[in-house]
């Protein structure tokens, strides 16, 4: 069974940081693509970040560049969001998505997905 399970979510001041991790398991992370998404109350879910796990590319939303960066440790099947300067605008549901790797990276409807972790900002 695949599982991707996040963690790291929690209440911040504007201006802080968190780390989000994406721990797979049940999955063979060769060559595949993890993304972060967010989903605030009442709008609809964007996506945030992407990794290829084979290359390390990456791949941003606009409102996240510069301020977030994603990261991938194989070995332990874990991709990080690092997420600085954070702004209430980021609060939200985050979630981990995963699935095979495609030519473009992109915010695409993958195939796993985890149960989110909340992330509030308060300014």
């Known amino acids: 069974e695949v599982q991707l399970v996040e963690s790291g979510g929690g209440l911040v001041q504007a201006g802080g940081s968190l780390r989000l991790s994406c721990v797979a398991s049940?999955?063979?992370?060769?060559?595949?693509?993890i993304c972060w998404f967010r989903q605030a109350p009442g709008k609809e879910r964007e996506g945030v970040s992407c990794?290829?796990?084979?290359?390390?590319?990456?791949y941003y939303a606009d409102s996240v560049k510069g301020r977030f960066t994603t990261s991938t440790d194989n070995a332990k099947k874990t991709v990080y969001l690092q997420m600085d300067r954070l702004k209430p605008e980021d609060t939200a549901v985050y979630y981990c998505?995963?699935?095979?790797?495609?030519?473009?990276?992109?915010?695409?409807?993958?195939?796993?997905w985890g149960q989110g972790t909340q992330v509030t900002v308060s300014g």
């Open positions: 990794i290829g796990t084979s290359d390390g590319t990456t």
């Open positions: 998505a995963g699935g095979v790797r495609g030519y473009y990276l992109g915010f695409y409807n993958y195939d796993y």
């Open positions: 049940g999955f063979d992370f060769d060559e595949k693509a």
